[in-house]
């Protein structure tokens, strides 16, 4: 049998479009930032100094990298996610790049009925938030591999939906 294909070529050919003027744009931006010197060391110090920054998912990867690079800025960092025991090497950590203070507040944010009482627990310590980094979204495709049942498939999607979107 023959395959007959359902895209016309002017749906490709805008597609091709668009994804040519994000290119552009990602481009244009790239420069600007690096012709501007937007995040080096000083600009960072300059506006980071003493803000207040809540890194979410800050006890591993990206997270704790930036956290360092903020403490290096002399930011007053709330550090979460759900290792205790990672976020206090963090802290320490932190504290040795120059932060001026570091919290934890540790939270699962899969679990969305305690969102809330997470922003409650943080607005205790610091009343304002001046930088919030939201670094503890997660995603794997391994899991959809190994379940045996649809359902767990389908709680796994759930699960990651939520710390994802909501």
Not at 6 to 20: E, F, P
Not at 140 to 165: C, D, G, H, M
Request: hydrophobic fraction near 45%.
């Amino acid at each position: 049998k023959a395959v007959v294909s359902t895209q016309s070529t002017g749906d490709l050919g805008m597609g091709l479009k668009v994804a040519g003027l994000v290119v552009l744009l990602i481009s244009i931006g790239v420069y600007y930032l690096a012709q501007n010197d937007v995040f080096s060391d000083e600009v960072l110090k300059d506006s980071l100094r003493d803000k207040v920054v809540v890194i979410c998912g800050a006890s591993s990867g990206i997270g704790e990298v930036t956290a360092y690079k903020y403490a290096g800025a002399g930011a007053k960092l709330v550090l979460s996610a759900r290792s205790l025991d990672k976020l206090q090497t963090v802290k320490n950590n932190a504290l040795e790049h120059g932060a001026k203070s570091v919290d934890i507040v540790t939270q699962d944010f899969s679990k969305i009925e305690e969102i809330e009482e997470y922003r409650e627990r943080v607005l205790a310590i610091h009343p304002t938030v001046d930088v919030l980094l939201l670094n503890h979204a997660a995603i794997s495709i391994a899991p959809w591999l190994s379940f045996p049942s649809r359902k767990q498939a389908s709680e796994y999607t759930l699960r990651t939906y939520n710390i994802n979107v909501l």
